[in-house]
């Protein structure tokens, strides 16, 4: 009977230690052990899927710590979803040390790859200053990058951002543009605030929210929009007084000829890239001098 009871213990001890919860049939099993080959003979998107499985399945402070350290594996790859996991492991102190600077690192490696969620969640952190120096201008920046490819909470930030006048002046006819979008994609609080601003809103101020719509562009070649990068241009631009007219997100006369006199100013190329002057306007570029 004793010889009974300790298997029975040892066979606890023996899950408990295993720091994970066992699949609960011969299915799961093989799945898991099959997942566990790949991720091991080096399959970025095994690696991250076995972070998935140790970091959502288990309540163990070391499978949290076995869930991450896939994550980084895969991430180091170029994996771009366990780019963003890093990301967010870092941010929260999840099975590695709470790093806000690191997590902001890998967070721009995946939303420089067009990741909707890491793009998210840089918004959110330029806006508000969390593990990084506040900065308004890039965080819509990098909402509006998210909000075109179809995150619906980025769309409904990104209206609040645009209504409030939070970074720049008020653009209602935008903002509801971006609310119907997030309506269409799910987002619980769009229906609400959408008819908040809709009965303060002119005829011709919803025209043009529509017309603002037929204007939206697909992803560039580097999974990037195009358009809200002309638009920090011209908000910084104009905050610099070169005058770059309407940050309407539209390369025109005015935004042209004021790029022109800053390149000139700083001794850069006349046909230096777009990328290259937000790195300049950004601090990250210096000319020759």
Request: charged share 20%; proline share 3%; with cysteine.
């Amino acid at each position: 009977m004793l010889k009974s009871i300790i298997l029975v213990i040892l066979a606890v001890c023996s899950t408990l230690l295993s720091g994970c919860a066992a699949p609960q049939n011969n299915a799961d099993l093989i799945h898991l052990r099959q997942l566990k080959e790949q991720a091991f003979s080096g399959n970025p998107e095994s690696q991250y899927r076995l972070g998935i499985h140790y970091t959502t399945s288990s309540q163990w402070s070391w499978d949290k710590v076995r869930g991450y350290n896939w994550f980084l594996d895969a991430a180091e790859t170029g994996h771009v979803a366990a780019q963003y996991m890093v990301g967010m492991c870092k941010l929260l102190g999840q099975g590695t040390k709470e790093d806000s600077k690191g997590a902001m690192v890998w967070l721009i490696r995946a939303a420089e790859q067009g990741h909707s969620r890491s793009q998210y969640q840089l918004g959110q952190a330029y806006l508000n200053g969390n593990g990084t120096a506040k900065d308004s201008l890039w965080g819509r920046y990098w909402l509006e990058q998210a909000a075109r490819t179809k995150h619906p909470e980025a769309q409904f930030l990104l209206a609040a951002v645009l209504s409030e006048g939070i970074c720049a002046p008020p653009n209602r006819p935008e903002a509801w543009m971006w609310l119907k979008r997030a309506e269409l994609n799910g987002q619980i609080n769009a229906s609400m605030a959408l008819r908040k601003l809709a009965a303060e809103l002119t005829d011709r101020e919803k025209k043009i929210g529509e017309q603002l719509a037929d204007r939206l562009e697909d992803v560039g070649p580097d999974r990037l929009h195009t358009q809200p990068k002309i638009r920090y241009v011209q908000a910084v631009l104009n905050q610099r007084g070169f005058c770059a007219g309407s940050e309407d997100g539209l390369y025109g006369p005015s935004t042209r000829m004021a790029v022109n006199e800053y390149l000139k100013q700083q001794k850069l190329p006349r046909g230096t890239s777009i990328d290259v002057l937000i790195g300049s306007l950004r601090g990250r570029v210096q000319g020759n001098r």
